[in-house]
């Protein structure tokens, strides 16, 4: 699978204008060749129009969603599965990001939206990361142990992690590299003993990441990947956080 190096969340932010003006940009100053790399994922309304910029310009970007129903067939008003968003031309889907852990209470839902999503051949960014208190407490690693449990038994060749400390989420305080290497290698180990097949499950970072830090969060061990709230909503920024990743 080709996994993304950079994914743009941009939350429930932006509008039709903003969706054309930064496909546009994004295009135009992403290299072509690296485009294949980057993961477009605007809020659900806006999917559809970008599925069409993208083939209209003929842009390489990929292109992903925020979420997905935990269900496929079921009468479910306001319901979003697997086949729309793959018909839209979805390849990648978040789940369990903690602003829907904690905004929309979702806990074991999140098993039935991972298992709908690889079932529509959906791959997904599974998100774990840890509070202020959970780390202040030196309960990192519990957390993020616990929260990949339920990836157990799930085929691993359509996932993709993403550590997002809650701490570092739009405070401007990004993690260090050397913490970011260590949990990074926590998920690692316990992807190894979950999933007991030797995958290579790419793990991303995402947390405060801007053009200042993204050199050094690039350049960390086991990072393999970026996901990025803020700082993807201008295309000029993302795209120069493109060109320096680009190099690793
Ligand atoms: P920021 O890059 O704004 O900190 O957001 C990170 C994030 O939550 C991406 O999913």
Redesign the pocket.
């Given at each position: 699978m080709n996994f993304p190096k950079l994914?743009a969340?941009w939350?429930m932010n932006g509008s039709s204008k903003l969706v054309k003006e930064w496909l546009e940009e994004a295009q135009d100053k992403i290299p072509k060749d690296y485009q294949t790399k980057c993961l477009f994922c605007p809020p659900v309304c806006y999917i559809s129009d970008a599925s069409k910029l993208i083939s209209r310009t003929d842009s390489d970007l990929l292109l992903g969603a925020q979420d997905i129903d935990a269900h496929s067939s079921k009468s479910l008003t306001g319901g979003i599965s697997g086949s729309m968003l793959s018909d839209l031309g979805c390849t990648f889907v978040?789940i369990g990001?903690?602003?829907r852990r904690i905004n929309f209470k979702e806990k074991e839902i999140i098993i039935e939206k991972l298992k709908s999503a690889l079932s529509s051949n959906i791959n997904v960014i599974y998100?774990v990361g840890e509070d202020s208190s959970e780390k202040e407490s030196g309960n990192t690693t519990k957390k993020i142990i616990d929260q990949l449990s339920v990836l157990k038994g799930l085929n691993p060749k359509n996932l993709m992690i993403?550590y997002?400390p809650i701490w570092?989420?739009?405070?401007g305080n990004n993690a260090s590299s050397e913490y970011i290497r260590d949990v990074h290698s926590v998920i690692k180990n316990e992807l190894e003993n979950l999933l007991s097949s030797n995958t290579d499950i790419p793990i991303a970072y995402?947390?405060?990441?801007d053009t200042s830090n993204v050199e050094t969060i690039v350049k960390t061990q086991y990072v393999d990947g970026l996901?990025?709230?803020?700082?993807?909503l201008k295309a000029a920024e993302f795209s120069e956080i493109a060109k320096i990743s680009l190099n690793f």
């Open positions: 994914i969340n939350k978040i990001h903690s602003e998100c993403a997002e570092a989420i739009g405070t995402g947390g405060s990441i996901l990025i709230g803020g700082a993807s």
